[in-house]
């Protein structure tokens, strides 16, 4: 398990999940979100463990429309708000329902994956912390195995310096993350990269090995 430094967050957070994917490749008969880890469903893991941060003021469910009688199965009793809202045909439609729904007067966001249940309280609080001094934040993992090239045979080796694995929640303020979605509609391959293309600064913060995402 990673050593993350502890951080008193600066800001109070919408936190939006990322949960109207497919999950197909994971197998089983219902989306991988609603499937059970330890006797709970994923999903249900993944909202408590962001409620359970103290930096957190409100969480947004971005659920697929087919998935109403699975997510009020697993939606969890909490003391702060809960809202879910219908995502749209990809990833950055989901997004943007979300941000769309984030109540006014909270300033930062975090978007996490619905399949991500692991995260930690003190990731959590890096990212949150780093967003005093940027305006957008993520945990990452550097890289450290050796990188080949090729399908079905090795045909090059890439440098590892500098790269890392892209974990979420990825945090950004409000208007900043809207303002990057309006201009990039279509997305990327995350959150970060959509602001990346509008020219946010991007802090890196600790990841952490166990924060999986179930595939």
Do not use: C
Not at 21 to 34: E, L, M, N, S, V
Not at 58 to 79: C, K, M, S
Not at 177 to 206: F, K, N, Q, S
């Amino acid at each position: 398990m990673s050593q993350i430094a502890a951080h008193t967050p600066p800001l109070r957070a919408a936190a939006i999940i990322v949960a109207a994917g497919r999950g197909t490749r994971i197998g089983g008969d219902i989306p991988k979100q609603y499937q059970r880890l330890a006797g709970e469903a994923v999903l249900t893991r993944t909202i408590r463990a962001l409620a359970a941060h103290p930096g957190v003021a409100e969480i947004i469910v971005v659920r697929h429309a087919d998935d109403t009688d699975l997510f009020t199965a697993a939606r969890p009793d909490l003391d702060l708000p809960l809202r879910d809202v219908p995502g749209g045909e990809t990833r950055a439609a989901s997004v943007r329902a979300g941000l769309a729904a984030v109540s006014p007067g909270l300033g930062a966001v975090l978007i996490h994956d619905g399949a991500r249940p692991l995260v930690r309280t003190d990731l959590i609080d890096a990212v949150l912390a780093a967003l005093a001094r940027a305006p957008a934040a993520a945990p990452g993992l550097a890289v450290t195995d050796a990188l080949w090239q090729g399908q079905g045979a090795v045909t090059g080796i890439l440098p590892r310096a500098g790269l890392h694995r892209a974990q979420t929640p990825q945090g950004f303020h409000v208007a900043a993350i809207r303002a990057a979605y309006d201009a990039h509609p279509e997305g990327g391959a995350d959150d970060v990269a959509v602001a990346l293309a509008h020219g946010l600064d991007i802090a890196i913060t600790p990841g952490d090995e166990d924060n999986l995402k179930l595939t």
